[in-house]
């Protein structure tokens, strides 16, 4: 990550599942919302989009993982060098360390949607682990940094561990379309900041940052707050979008079954109109 595209590739990463989950809760709470009380059956396209989501988790955490180690100067699955009595490029142990416990909630994931036998919120229970890990990890990293450098990882930190606690209490209060959206809104928020990190760190053009100048952390605190308040608009209007198109399409499928009823109701009693008077 020592490097712009190092933090815009799991920012693009975590931008794209913060979007996913925001459409994925919202159609499964409209399919919730939509059928008769008591009845729980798990509709099929909610299944084959959880076999996607935990798929491209697996994908994305066994790719991470191979380009943290067999990058060019990578440890190449070298931990210490007995030689000069040193450890390995522990930074990209670390991130792939991250990397492995987000696979690990993909395998979760498909598990439970495989089978009734694994408990019910182990998906949720794996993904909030993976998010504490990342930010059990991330805390430990800024350490002997420049202030600027360190503040500003340490902001993303909010995010990782409030997307934890989030998924962690989804593991207890199941079908919460508030948690769900939160959870996607973090992710998000997430996403935008590991971008946000790489301009300030290393910027594509223009002067680079003073990351001692005390102003500067108090305007990247304050541009936070602006990420934080772009990602729960970009949730709510994503949410409002995918919500009215359902009832749009929703609406006319009941117009269309409403017109059928009445024209057979309308040929049968046409119909018997027809025998009657044949009879007579």
Known sequence: MANFGGHAIPGSFFLLLGFWLTVKNILQHYWRTSQPKGRQITPPFSRRMNYI???????????????????????HAHLYDTEHNSWVKLMNWQHGTMYLFFGISGIALVASTASKLVPAGVDRLALSVALFVEGFLFYYHVHMRPPLDAHIHSLLLVAVFAGSASTMLEVFIRDNIILELLRGCLFILQGSWFYQIGFVLYPLSGPEWDLTLHDNIMF?????????????????????????????????????????????????????????????
């Open 53 to 75: 989501e935990g798929g491209l988790l697996i994908f994305g955490a066994f790719v991470g993982i191979m380009v943290e180690q067999f990058v060019v100067d990578g440890p």
């Open 220 to 280: 990247i605190t304050m541009c936070f707050c602006w990420h934080l308040a772009v990602a729960l608009l970009l949730v709510a209007c994503i949410s409002s979008v995918v919500w009215f198109t359902l009832k749009r399409f929703s609406g006319r499928g009941q117009d269309i079954e409403i017109g059928m009823r009445k024209t057979t109701s309308n040929s049968s009693s046409q119909k018997a109109l027809l025998e009657e008077s044949e009879e007579e």
